[in-house]
């Protein structure tokens, strides 16, 4: 797959902070045109990240802040696939640059959420699974993952200690991040006191609701060339993918996964396919990887991702975490940014965020964070109804 | 809260979804060119090779293995009734070993997490969801059962 080049990043802080969204995607927009040193009509395409929870102008994200930066008879489009939606803006960006459409593109995502559980939309709905799952069974998010964190319990001898050590490494990685909501070291111990959410995970070990913005500028590389940009943080591999029939993994927001009477399930889970593919365009493999920003929703999910991606066998991600080797200065970092735990869900954002932080990181420019030498970062993600999501950058 | 009536009236919380015999079954879809089962009927994946897209109406099996569980120690938010004063629902997944899928439902209510663990044989029942003044709304429910003797 051809390569683009991210000529800048930027972030509003995460936080909640209760403005429009639009605020957050704005100073994330402007912030990633600095950084990248071009000019904001020098930019051909905006392609924005939807949130569907600030009415319509969430639903055509890219023209609302192509207008509130100026128009500038940019072309836009607007994405949504969940918690993907800002790789799939990533991957749209990347289709018009390497169609030659345009050659510099804006990608950028952000949220205002409420307080508390994500629910569905109102209205009796019973052709909605999402809504028939909280209707039928009160199975809001964090019961999926614990779901999960139950299931590696009895299959890999997790313990709730493992999860609660997810969490304190991502908060000792958030204290260094200036754009993380929760600037706060949390040592297991604080873990175990806070109150259980959905056994075995407790309230620290849940991601949050956090309002926020990410943008990244992206351009064809002879764009970057002509700038005197020679060695920019290329976006190598972008994974799009969708489960394969039958997945037979139980996953958000259904209440029952496919059937594999009739059809084998695939050699590669759902979540496995997803690191293949970004593996497969960037045609490098997991043992190429120096760091990785992983969707922790829950603790214990940062520990499926580890084998999802390939940094380890199955059934050892514990053993990984506790060698120290997921902390920033071991073998592979893991979530240097702070994740989740320490930024919390802004659903449109979140996967811009974690390209945002591989940028930072691949150029060097990570401050107390700084994953020395890394040269190739990989970021996890998931969209409920089958939405994967995974992006890898190189230097 | 006086209720006056005798009995109230028993009813799906949702139609389609179980039958209400005693004991009840999840109505599901099977692929009429795979064989392959889906829940519900009309909202479950399909399999790319059942191109017609057809789907038979089954009754699913009514024992299964927990494969997770899990509780919602707060009150789940709308379109959750919550009854007062919550206590905490306990979930879980459940692995039919014909149709070799996993379902997802509310546990008894008189099994908490700690009374579970995977692997348990649980069996399907139904149970009230919430109440107004003339109903019961009901939906199926996972319960524990004693491993069966034989086959």
């Known amino acids: 797959m051809d390569e683009i080049a991210v000529l800048g990043v930027g972030m509003h802080p995460w936080g909640k902070w209760g403005r429009n969204f639009v605020d957050y995607g704005v100073h994330a927009a402007r912030g990633a045109i600095a950084d990248a040193g071009v000019e904001w009509r020098d930019v051909g395409f905006v ?3 939807i949130t569907v929870r600030c009415g319509y102008p969430g639903y055509v994200a890219g023209s609302t802040f192509a207008r509130a930066l100026g128009f500038t008879g940019a072309q836009v489009a607007s994405s949504y696939s969940a918690c993907a939606s800002g790789a ?13 459409a345009c050659e510099v593109a804006l990608v950028v995502g952000a949220d205002t959420t409420p307080k508390g559980f994500l629910a569905p939309n109102e209205g009796r709905r ?3 699974t999402d809504w028939l799952r909280f209707h039928l069974v009160g199975a809001t998010n964090p019961v999926y993952f614990a779901l999960h964190a139950r299931r590696r319990m009895a299959l890999h001898g997790a313990t709730p200690a493992d999860f609660a050590a997810v969490k304190a490494k991502n908060s000792r990685h958030g204290v260094h991040n200036s754009n993380a909501r929760f600037a706060k070291e949390f040592s297991v111990e ?24 990410a943008a990244v500028v992206v351009a064809s590389m002879d764009y970057a060339r002509r700038l005197g940009v020679t060695d920019p943080v290329r976006v190598a591999g972008i994974s799009l993918v969708t489960p394969t029939y039958p997945d037979t993994v139980i996953d958000l927001p259904y209440l029952a ?17 997803i690191g293949a593919r970004v593996y497969e365009e960037a045609g490098i493999g997991p043992e190429d990887v120096d760091l990785a920003e992983v969707y922790d929703l829950s603790s214990a999910l940062e520990l499926d991702w580890y084998e999802h991606l390939g940094l380890c066998e199955v059934g050892e991600a514990e053993s990984l975490l506790r060698s ?25 954002a979140q996967a811009i965020a974690q390209v945002c932080e591989l940028t ?3 150029s060097g420019r990570a401050g107390k964070r700084q994953v020395e030498g890394a040269r190739v970062g990989v970021t996890a993600n998931q969209g409920l109804f089958g939405n994967g999501s995974s992006v890898l950058l190189r230097r | 809260m006086t209720d006056t009536a005798p009995t109230k009236a028993r009813v799906p919380a949702v139609e389609g979804l179980f039958t209400m015999d005693d004991p009840p079954h999840l109505i599901g879809g099977r692929l009429s060119e795979t064989g392959g089962y889906c829940f519900p009927k009309d909202l479950g994946g399909s399999d790319p090779a059942a191109s017609g897209g057809e789907v038979d109406e089954v009754l699913l099996s009514r024992t299964g293995l927990i494969w997770s569980f899990t509780n919602s120690a707060y009150p789940p938010p709308q379109p959750f009734v919550v009854n007062e004063p919550y206590e905490p629902v306990t979930v879980a997944a459940v692995e039919l070993e014909e149709e070799r899928m996993v379902i997802l439902g509310q546990v008894h209510p008189d099994w908490s997490v700690a009374d579970l663990e995977v692997g348990m044989a649980v069996e399907l029942v139904l149970g009230t969801l919430y109440e107004d003044d003339d109903h019961e709304y009901l939906t199926w429910q996972w319960r524990p059962v004693h491993v069966e003797e034989g086959s």
């Open chain 1, 190 to 213: 604080d873990v175990a006191n806070s109150p259980v959410v959905s056994d075995p995970l407790r309230l620290l070990e849940i991601c949050a609701t956090s309002d926020g913005g």
């Open chain 1, 47 to 49: 392609s924005g990240a």
């Open chain 1, 88 to 100: 799939t803006a990533l991957s749209v960006a990347r289709g018009q640059i390497l169609s030659g």
């Open chain 1, 257 to 273: 996964t496919d059937s594999a009477a009739a059809a084998e399930p695939p050699d590669l889970s759902f979540k496995d396919s």
């Open chain 1, 324 to 348: 120290g080797a997921t902390s920033i200065g071991g073998r592979i970092p893991v979530n240097a940014s702070g994740g989740l735990g320490a930024f919390g869900e802004a659903v449109p």
């Open chain 1, 126 to 128: 019973t052709d909605d």
């Open chain 1, 360 to 362: 930072w990181q691949l």
